[in-house]
């Protein structure tokens, strides 16, 4: 509750700066406004790909992006004159955004990527608040662009995972060999199986 208080206070006391000067500067804000409206769009294409399970290849992409949307709403709100089309913007669009973009950056966060084999690769990830572990993901390389989440895990309850060795794999299951900080679990490399039911 003190967290989202504060939140509320920030994005108030952002849209109050514009009271406290006078210049305008129409051409910066022409850019700023195209910046956002391309970052905003393309940011929520990336979070319709995900929620399909469609991660965009490498491990920065999505933080990179993310934090060119956050530091543009926050310019956004900083710099232009309280008019009813921004506050109708930033109520009814920016704000969600900004909360969303903020708490994916918190939670399932990128790691470690290891690959398996030329299309496949492991994806470690920040769990959420009550996950007692890192999430693993098994992911194929989709459209040149993406990595299709085809298995995933988030019952290991491991973390500080730093190496995972690929032991087998055959057409109905792989087997690997996980080295983490052994504070969750003492065994360590954790033998991890996974059946391949979708045939990855």
């Not at 965009?56 to 933080?63: A, E, I, R, S």
């Not at 057409?171 to 199986?193: C, G, Q, V, W």
């Amino acid at each position: 509750m003190t967290a989202l208080i504060i939140f509320i206070g920030l994005i108030v006391g952002l849209n109050c700066i514009p009271l406290l000067t006078k210049t305008n500067f129409p051409k910066t804000e022409k850019v700023i406004v195209k910046l956002l409206v391309t970052t905003t769009i393309l940011f929520l294409i990336i979070l319709f790909f995900a929620f399909n399970g469609y991660r965009l290849k490498g491990q920065y992409t999505f933080v990179t992006i993310t934090l060119i949307f956050i530091g543009l709403t926050i310019i956004y709100f900083a710099v232009f004159k309280n008019t009813t089309t921004k506050i109708l913007t930033a109520t009814l669009l920016l704000t969600p955004l900004l909360t969303v973009s903020i708490f994916t950056l918190l939670i399932g966060q990128v790691l470690k990527e290891f690959d398996i084999n030329n299309k496949t690769k492991i994806i470690i990830t920040t769990g959420g608040f009550l996950s007692c572990g890192e999430l693993i993901y098994i992911t194929q390389t989709k459209l040149g662009l993406f990595d299709k989440e085809v298995h995933y895990e988030n019952s290991l309850c491991l973390r500080g995972i730093e190496k995972i060795e690929t032991v087998k794999i055959d057409d109905r299951h792989a087997e690997f060999l996980i080295y983490h900080d052994k504070t969750m679990d003492s065994e360590n490399p954790y033998k991890y199986d996974v059946e391949r039911k979708t045939g990855w």
